[in-house]
């Protein structure tokens, strides 16, 4: 695609060929080759051991969603990294937490951010809160053929549907299948005890400060009983991501606010090391 061009400062035909909005689509005809589904592997005995990451947990409240993850990453038993980032921006108004291999997944969400930006230009509008949960779909369907090979990736898609005025969770399985949560949602190794824990203190009348507790609770639960799942690293200052995302657009807890909030739900375990019993957080 470059050869023809090299050198004379003038852009290759593809780029100036009226097609589809979709990034993605015009990289599937062009170079297919650069999509994170359609590279080939090595030869390998087994499954390949790469870094993992886990445990991504969103939770509703009036007037938006909360978005979290833990910090670790694992490469079977041993802790890859401590202080991985998992939680990114899609957009203005949505978000995107992932889980499983930690590279193919970071990549993927990068493929995402530009295929939502690619849309915008094209189209002039953004892409309702649907249509990305459905592209993000497509992305993962694309990438089961890596999933068959133990490199899956399993995002926790969630945003601001500014059309319904409220917030929305979208969780997926490895061959794209896409299902929206209703309230609460988690993915990950972890995720079982993290639900366990958000089923236990969920109300409808969440704050957004009870909602940022509540997501943080839930991630220490997941750390208690999951070893892929890291809880709040006092020593090291490693906090879990918290993002919400609201009519006023995407925002990241800043550290500070997150250490505070970590802080307080370890000093409440000292006093109960199991947790709230109800929906007292």
Do not use: W
Not at 10 to 38: I, N, V, W, Y
Not at 110 to 130: I, M, N, T
Not at 194 to 217: C, H, I, P, Y
Request: charged share 25%; hydrophobic share 40%; proline share 5%.
């Amino acid at each position: 695609m470059e050869a023809n061009t090299r050198g004379t400062g003038r852009l290759p035909a593809a780029f100036l060929t009226p097609g589809s909005s979709s990034f993605m689509d015009f990289l599937c005809e062009h170079q297919p080759e650069l999509l994170p589904g359609k590279r080939q592997l090595p030869p390998t005995q087994g499954v390949l051991e790469a870094p993992h990451g886990t445990t991504i947990v969103a939770v509703t409240f009036p007037g938006g969603v909360v978005l979290a993850g833990d910090r670790r990453a694992t490469m079977g038993n041993v802790i890859a990294q401590r202080d991985i980032e998992k939680v990114f921006p899609a957009d203005e108004y949505s978000a995107v937490g992932i889980a499983g291999t930690a590279g193919l997944a970071v990549e993927m969400v990068k493929l995402f951010q530009l295929e939502l930006e690619h849309f915008e230009k094209v189209e002039g509008a953004q892409l309702s809160l649907e249509g990305k949960a459905n592209r993000l779909s497509t992305m993962i369907r694309s990438n089961l053929g890596m999933a068959m090979q133990g490199l899956a990736v399993v995002p926790l898609f969630a945003g601001y549907d500014v059309d319904r005025e409220k917030g929305r969770i979208f969780s997926y399985d490895v061959t794209g299948g896409r299902s929206e949560e209703t309230n609460f949602a988690a993915t990950g190794s972890g995720s079982i005890f993290a639900r366990g824990a958000m089923k236990k203190l969920f109300r409808g009348d969440l704050s957004e400060e009870q909602a940022t507790t509540l997501v943080v609770q839930a991630l220490y639960d997941a750390a208690d009983d999951d070893s892929a799942t890291g809880g709040p690293d006092v020593a090291r200052r490693i906090y879990p991501i918290i993002t919400v995302i609201t009519e006023d657009g995407f925002r990241r807890l800043t550290e500070e606010e997150a250490s505070g909030i970590a802080r307080a739900v370890l000093q409440k375990r000292l006093e109960e090391p199991d947790g709230p019993k109800a929906a007292l957080l």
